[in-house]
C-alpha cells in the first residue's frame, strides 16, 4: 500500500482559492490512480475528483465541474486539487486516496486514505 499525506487546507473566504497537495510514499505512485474525497459533519464521505495513472483522463463530481482542477507530478508523487471559487458549501475534510485498480466514485472502492486535511469556507 502507499503512505498518503495531505495538505494545503485552511480558511478562505467564499470566492477565493485553496491548493490541496497529497504526497505518497514509495516508488510506485505512478501505478495508482488518485482520488479525493470529502465529508462535512453529519454527511457520508462523497466523491470530488479522480486522475488517472498518467494523468490522461480526469472525472469531477458535478457539484465541483469548472471549479475544481486535479493533476498529478508522478516526479513528485503528488496530486494536487485546486480549488477556485470555493462556496460555504465547499466546507468539509478532504481526503486523498489512491487505489491500483480502478477510478470509482465510491469511497468504499479506493484501497489507501491520507489522513485529511480541513477547508473551511466563510460566507
Do not use: H
Request: hydrophobic share 35%; with cysteine; charged share 15%.
Amino acid at each position: 500500500q502507499v503512505q498518503l499525506v495531505e495538505s494545503g487546507g485552511g480558511l478562505v473566504q467564499a470566492g477565493g482559492s485553496l491548493r490541496l497537495s497529497c504526497a505518497a510514499s514509495g516508488r510506485t505512485f505512478s501505478s495508482y490512480a488518485m482520488g479525493w474525497f470529502r465529508q462535512a459533519p453529519g454527511k457520508e464521505r462523497e466523491f470530488v475528483a479522480a486522475i488517472s495513472t498518467s494523468g490522461g483522463y480526469t472525472s469531477y463530481a458535478v457539484s465541483v465541474k469548472g471549479r475544481f482542477t486535479i493533476s498529478r507530478d508522478n516526479a513528485k508523487n503528488t496530486v494536487y486539487l485546486q480549488m477556485n471559487s470555493l462556496k460555504p458549501g465547499d466546507t468539509a475534510v478532504y481526503y486523498c486516496a489512491a487505489d491500483r485498480i480502478q477510478i470509482s466514485r465510491a469511497a468504499r472502492d479506493w484501497g489507501s486514505w491520507g489522513q485529511g486535511t480541513q477547508v473551511t469556507v466563510s460566507s
